[in-house]
């Protein structure tokens, strides 16, 4: 009898654990489950309500497929990642401001997201060349074109200087 409760201890032991593994996720930490295809509450991160509508209005053809909280936040000020369905990601501060703006593949940044005075100096100089990352830092904008062309804006929207 000491033999065959011996034996079944472990093998409990193992059972249980698959079955928390298959449960849901108790720990707060992030999760790689595809999430529902809008960005609604039901989100796990808890992405501000301003991130939320940010991805809805920028982004409506694009699903989320991850969240991330961070504990504290970055040097920019980021405390939200998302993750969406097109490859794009979004960076929030912790009242849902977008931060930083990255996309993979042929994906543009949407313009708009963007100051009005940078869109002007886009189309007038740069047409036709997608953004493809936009870093909102605390002294001014910094994008990365399509072509690798980099382009620094104060916060005002005023052309500062182009890099590569």
Known sequence: MKKLLILGIPFL???????NKQGQNTNNMPTTEPLPSSAS??????LPEGAKSFIATHFPEAGITKTEDKMSPSK?????EAKLSE???VDFDKDGNWTEISTEGMVAIPLAVLPQAIQDHLNANF???AVQSADKEPTGYE????????LFYDL????IRQGR
């Open 13 to 19: 032991m193992f059972s249980c654990n698959q079955d």
């Open 41 to 46: 509450s039901s989100t796990p991160a808890g």
């Open 76 to 80: 920019d000020g980021t405390m939200h």
């Open 87 to 89: 490859g794009t990601e």
């Open 127 to 129: 047409n036709g060349l």
């Open 143 to 150: 994008l990365e074109l399509a072509n690798e062309t980099e």
């Open 156 to 159: 005002n929207g005023k052309f």
